[in-house]
């Protein structure tokens, strides 16, 4: 029996000291290791949390903060492919829920990459599940409630003003123009979401998604403004290429030259700028609200 026990303390021994040698050699996880982000939105708030050292590579659309331009590409969120990502190594891919495509992803996942999809929800919530998820991962759930905070306040603040005006524009969000029909924004997209933020109509909102609109549809939709992204701007050569659009000067926003450029990834990213770019974009919809006069004030 002691002989038994011997052996028993001295296995227990070695089991130990093995243990203790595997703790030395292997070092423990730290985070989540190397993370390639696709998403503008994410590849912000990784930096804004303090995370950016666990960045090994993004996509095309993380141009903010312009550090992120610096780091290895892995080309365009919905066209991705598995060489590109997996040369980079990553622990991590931290993707919109636009990332794709399905079957690359699911190489990745085969090759071993662990992939956090976070959903694309257009609202201040939606914004704060990302934050809320992105700092689980960092192991940063401080700095995320504070973060998600600032964000918040943004929101608040876009109510406030939206509550005061009067106003209620048709507005037409066009996509992109380049190429054929324009491609206007309807009901169910971050767009259709950026324009009830901002207090508007949504002058294509019979449509569902992002679908081509004819010159007649656009005529007949009579838009107070229109609204062009950035990408699309560009790709048509400006906006005074846009004016000579067949059916522009046939608009309201046309003949009242009430066409703007918005930066798209700040505005429809649903990220940690949309709070105020939404509510610069409501300021130049609307008359800015009057200032209630204090009838007691000079008394």
Not at 76 to 94: C, F, K, N
Not at 210 to 233: F, Q, S
Not at 288 to 294: F, G, M, Q
Request: aromatic share 4%.
């Amino acid at each position: 029996m002691k002989q038994t026990t011997s052996l028993s303390h001295k296995l227990a021994q070695a089991a130990c000291a093995a243990v203790l040698w595997l703790s030395a050699v292997v070092p423990a996880a730290a985070g989540p290791g190397r993370i390639v982000s696709v998403g503008g939105a994410l590849t912000e708030i990784v930096y804004a949390l303090v995370g950016a050292e666990h960045l090994v590579g993004v996509d095309s659309t993380s141009l903010m903060p312009a550090a992120a331009q610096a780091l290895p590409q892995v080309g365009y969120m919905r066209t991705l492919s598995a060489e590109g990502v997996l040369s980079l190594r990553p622990d991590l891919l931290l993707a919109s829920a636009h990332a794709g495509p399905p079957a690359v992803l699911e190489q990745l996942r085969a090759a071993g990459v662990r992939i956090e999809t976070l959903a694309e929800d257009y609202s201040t919530a939606g914004i704060a599940a990302k934050i809320g998820t992105i700092a689980g991962l960092l192991d940063k759930p401080e700095q995320g409630r504070e973060l998600a905070g600032q964000v918040q306040a943004d929101f608040d603040s876009l109510a406030q003003w939206r509550a005061q005006s009067r106003e209620q524009p048709k507005v037409l969000f066009l996509m992109a123009v380049a190429h054929g029909a324009p491609l206007a924004s309807g009901r169910g997209t971050a767009a259709d979401a950026v324009l009830a933020l901002a207090g508007a109509r949504n002058a294509a909102g019979e449509l569902q998604g992002n679908k081509p609109i004819g010159t007649e549809a656009m005529i007949a939709a009579a838009p107070d403004v229109i609204l062009l992204t950035d990408v699309a701007a560009n790709a048509i050569g400006g906006l005074e290429a846009f004016y000579r659009q067949p059916g522009i000067a046939q608009t309201p926003a046309g003949r009242q030259r009430n066409i703007f450029v918005v930066d798209t990834l700040a505005l429809l990213g649903f990220g940690l700028r949309s709070g105020q770019a939404v509510l610069e974009l409501a300021k130049r919809l609307h008359v800015e609200p009057a200032v209630a006069i204090d009838a007691n004030a000079g008394r």
